[in-house]
């Protein structure tokens, strides 16, 4: 399922997004993994996700490196946008549309190194007596 705005994020474009979410996923729990956008974390968006039986599961801030989508969307502006223009909006949201339609199958082999949930640990200090 692909949404598409050419305006602003709201609470409101959220609940949209929700309530598109739901309908094509009945009877399937769902789980959505989300930053901590002002928008998303508003009383109207929780109780909407919660008459919806989604779960809201929300990042640590300032996190970008557990936020697969940003990983995603760094791989979608280097395949579309660097070096290329668009005539209009429309062309523009096509390419992106066309990106995104092709992670399965031209883009799988980049994307499945790019999108590892594998993360590096690091231990705790050890320190040294001087």
Same mark, same amino acid.
């Given at each position: 399922?692909?949404?598409? $705005?050419?305006?602003?994020?709201?609470?409101?474009?959220?609940?949209?997004?929700?309530?598109?979410?739901?309908?094509?996923?009945?009877?399937?729990?769902?789980?959505?993994?989300?930053? $901590?956008?002002?928008?998303?974390?508003?009383?109207?968006?929780?109780?909407?996700?919660?008459?919806? $039986?989604?779960?809201?599961?929300?990042?640590?801030?300032?996190?970008? $490196?557990?936020?697969?989508?940003? &990983?995603?969307?760094? +791989?979608?502006?280097?395949?579309?946008?660097?070096?290329?223009?668009?005539?209009?909006?429309?062309? +523009?949201?096509?390419?992106?549309?066309?990106?995104?339609? &092709?992670?399965?199958?031209?883009?799988?082999?980049?994307?499945?190194?790019?999108?590892?949930?594998? +993360?590096?640990?690091?231990?705790?200090?050890?320190?040294?007596?001087?």
């Amino acid at each position: 399922m692909t949404v598409s $705005n050419d305006g602003y994020i709201n609470a409101q474009s959220v609940c949209d997004l929700l309530q598109k979410i739901a309908a094509s996923h009945a009877g399937i729990p769902i789980t959505l993994v989300l930053d $901590n956008a002002r928008y998303q974390k508003c009383k109207v968006v929780w109780a909407l996700a919660e008459s919806l $039986n989604i779960e809201m599961l929300y990042l640590p801030s300032y996190s970008p $490196n557990l936020n697969l989508i940003e &990983r995603l969307w760094k +791989f979608v502006k280097k395949q579309v946008l660097y070096s290329k223009y668009y005539a209009d909006f429309g062309a +523009f949201s096509a390419a992106i549309t066309d990106c995104l339609a &092709r992670t399965h199958t031209d883009h799988k082999a980049s994307l499945d190194s790019l999108l590892t949930l594998r +993360f590096q640990t690091l231990k705790e200090p050890q320190t040294v007596a001087a």
